[in-house]
């Protein structure tokens, strides 16, 4: 009997809480200008460009970044290579970022997200940073886990218009049936979308 994965709750950050979460890491970057504020403001970065799992995090390297081609392998589900496109904000912010390694650890750690000692992030260490962070940020209606970013970004690409198909293809899902489930929860957004934006708002009718 195979049993099926349920996910229940597929709730997740709004543009609001995802600006109070960059501001609160940049007041403490340019303020006390440590490592871990550094890093932590471009895990979040790096999680709402790309919508990578906490692993495919955690696994990549700098060799894995293809700056000039704007292309980033991650190893995905079972250790599959799978390369996601890299848009020009996450370009420059991580061009600035492996800068800032380089001076700070004075040779370039193999990983992109390290600790103190220049060794790779584990899951875990991540998953504390985010249990820190909603202590902080008091979020209601939200976990503040590593997932939220993923469904963020599946919820902005739906709502910006991709298709589902798109969607799939950059969420990496091996079936379409989980990439649906974020269509049709996110379709009440559209709606609300639509009814803004209709070209018919235009017109005296």
Not at 115 to 134: D, G, M, S, Y
Not at 137 to 158: E, S, W
């Amino acid at each position: 009997m195979k049993y099926v994965k349920a996910e229940l709750n597929l709730t997740t950050f709004n543009d609001v809480q995802i600006k109070e979460m960059l501001k609160y890491y940049r007041r403490i970057k340019n303020r006390d200008k440590t490592y871990f504020a550094a890093r932590d403001y471009m895990i979040i970065i790096f999680f709402i460009s790309t919508g990578v799992r906490l692993g495919e995090l955690c696994n990549l390297k700098w060799v894995d970044v293809d700056f000039t081609n704007k292309h980033i392998i991650v190893f995905g589900k079972l250790r599959v290579q799978q390369g996601i496109p890299m848009a020009e904000p996450l370009k420059k912010e991580l061009q600035e970022y492996r800068i800032y390694c380089e001076r700070e650890f004075k040779k370039l750690p193999e990983y992109i997200f390290v600790n103190r000692k220049a060794e790779r992030l584990t899951e875990n260490a991540v998953q504390n940073i985010f249990k820190r962070l909603r202590d902080i940020m008091q979020f209601k209606n939200v976990r503040c886990c590593c997932h939220d970013f993923r469904r963020y970004y599946a919820k902005t690409l739906i709502l910006q218009g991709a298709d589902a198909f798109t969607v799939q293809r950059l969420l990496r899902h091996s079936k379409l049936d989980m990439t649906l489930k974020y269509v049709n929860l996110y379709g009440h957004d559209l709606e609300k979308r639509n009814e803004q934006w209709n070209p018919l708002h235009k017109f005296d009718l």
